[in-house]
Structure formats: structure tokens, C-alpha cells
């Protein structure tokens, strides 16, 4: 293993403990809201239940039957916090996803020397009980991670087409063809034509977990995240399918649903970067180690 692969995953590593430590403490505050509302109500009853994983979220039980009154924000800062706990258990989803995928790229795929041979008959089908067999084994947090990449089929993603070892990296707006569970790799189409001098068809790539982003959905804005002002994101360019390196400059916005106003990167004219707006079903974080 290289030391630039073992320094990414204590990054990753490092960023999942504080992820942690950052559920711990809305957990703290929210036990605080339960107590102070509690105190007003004996009718105010509220069980607290982690889900996600183990230990690492929350849920509310029961029927508050507190009414906010003038002035009083007390119910409507219970919302945030559980809002921020939900946004948080999210991305300790993401970014245990990302260490997985960087730990499978550095496993072997099979002892080596193993002979190849054609699988016919009933040798397809031994195959395929075991692999349900193996997948049946693997942790339930990984388990649900490979059934969402299954459900990407058909849905359009950003990818990274480009090799690790490429000099920048490039990634473009692709669909899903399949997903296979057994090797953990997406094969995917670009249905933008290519250039000429690259044969003006469209492309197919089979590439892996960690080369794969997905959309916030359109219709659903609660799977957008919020970016702050000054917050980089790799966001599609207008009138392309190629995204780039991005600085939000309008992180307030009011609604989920309202579009990004965005500076790309290298995008300069008459000596200033223009402001781009750009749909907010079409604007994901930048990945860590982006080049450009």
C-alpha cells in the first residue's frame, strides 16, 4: 500500500471520527430541548432511538403536544437540530462509502495464478447462488450501500472517466446502466457524442464506487445538501455536461430548490470570473484530491 493511499484513509478516517464527535454533540443539545420542554408539559412525552449506524443517529417517539407560542422557538430549534443530526448521520454514510471503496481498491482481486476458464450450464448458476451467498454475508451497512448503487439504474450520475493516475481529473454527466454487487463496478454510458478524433460516438466505461456521484434527485430537494458561501463544489458548466470545480457565492438561499450562483474555476473573463447560476439537482461536494 502507498503512502499516498494510506494518507487518504486516515483523512477519511480522521474526518469520520469528527462526524461522530459532531453527532455527539447535537445529541447533547437535543436531550437539552427534551428535558426543558418536558419541564413545561407533563403531557410532552419523547423517546430518543438511534438508527443508521450503530449508536450514530436519532428518532423521535411519541406525540409532542406542545404548541409553540409567540416569541418561544424552542420547538423550532428541536427541528434544526434534528435536521442537522439527519444531515450529519448522511454524511457519515457518504464518507464510510468512500472508505470502503478505497479499502476494496486496495484489496486483490483473487489469489494470483488462478486459471480462467469459461463458465457454462450449471457453473452459471453455482456462480450466481454464490455470489447471493456472499452478499448475503457482508455487513448490513454495506449491504444497503450496494442495493442504493443497484437503484442508480437508469438515473444520471457524475462520474470521473479518468484514471487515478491521470494528471486532472474529468468528470461528466453519464447514465447507469447496470451495477454488478460481485466486483462493486457501475457500467456506464456517456450519451453526449464525442469529438471527432474520438470517434463521435457515445462512450461506455465500466468504472468503480468511488469514481460514481449521485445527483440530488429533482423531485426530491430534501437529498440536496446546503452549501455555504465560500464552500468548492463540482458543478455541472451551463450548457455542457462536463462539471468543474466551483465556488458558491449565494449559500443563502431560501429554498432547497432554488438554483446555485457559482464562480467556476478557470472561467475567467475580461479579468474577473463571472457569476454562473446552475440548478441545484446538478451541484454535489467536491471530492477530496480533486484535480483540475
Not at 436531550?31 to 419523547?46: D, E, F, G, I, P
Not at 457518504?94 to 470502503?100: A, R
Not at 453526449?192 to 466505461?205: A, V
Not at 426530491?220 to 466551483?246: I, M, S
Request: charged content about 30%; proline content about 7%.
Amino acid at each position: 500500500m502507498s503512502s499516498p493511499d494510506i494518507g487518504g484513509i486516515l483523512e477519511k478516517s480522521k474526518e469520520l471520527d469528527q462526524l461522530r464527535k459532531e453527532q455527539e454533540e447535537v445529541l447533547v443539545e437535543i436531550n437539552k430541548m427534551h428535558k426543558k420542554l418536558q419541564t413545561r408539559s407533563a403531557n410532552y412525552h419523547v423517546g430518543i432511538q438511534w438508527w443508521g449506524s450503530p449508536g450514530r443517529s436519532y428518532l423521535i417517539l411519541g406525540s409532542p403536544e406542545l404548541v409553540e407560542k409567540p416569541g418561544d422557538n424552542s420547538l423550532s430549534k428541536l427541528k434544526a437540530l434534528y435536521t442537522h443530526a439527519k444531515d450529519l448521520s448522511e454524511s457519515e454514510v457518504n464518507v464510510s462509502s468512500l472508505l470502503i471503496s478505497q479499502l476494496d481498491a486496495l484489496l486483490p482481486l483473487g489469489p494470483p495464478g488462478q486459471p480462467r476458464r469459461r463458465i457454462e450450464g450449471n457453473d452459471q448458476k453455482r456462480k450466481r447462488m454464490k455470489t447471493d451467498s456472499d452478499i448475503s454475508r457482508i455487513s448490513p451497512n454495506v449491504r444497503s450501500q450496494l442495493e442504493a448503487c443497484a437503484s442508480l439504474k437508469g438515473e444520471q450520475v457524475a462520474a470521473r472517466v479518468t484514471p487515478d493516475e491521470a494528471d486532472k481529473d474529468e468528470w461528466f454527466v453519464v447514465k447507469v446502466m447496470h451495477f454488478d454487487k460481485e466486483t462493486r463496478e457501475f457500467e456506464v454510458l456517456d450519451e453526449e457524442p464525442g469529438d471527432d478524433d474520438e470517434g463521435g460516438g457515445q462512450r461506455k466505461y465500466k468504472l468503480p464506487m468511488s469514481s460514481i456521484i449521485p445527483f440530488p434527485k429533482r423531485n426530491d430537494p430534501t437529498t440536496a445538501p446546503d452549501f455555504p458561501t465560500g464552500r468548492q463544489v463540482l458543478a455541472v458548466y451551463p450548457g455542457t455536461t462536463a462539471l468543474y470545480k466551483a465556488t458558491v457565492v449565494n449559500g443563502h438561499r431560501k429554498r432547497k430548490t432554488d438554483e446555485y450562483l457559482l464562480e467556476f474555476d478557470d472561467d475567467e473573463e475580461d479579468g474577473s470570473l463571472p457569476q454562473r447560476t446552475v440548478p441545484f439537482h446538478k451541484v454535489v461536494a467536491l471530492p477530496d484530491g480533486h484535480r483540475q
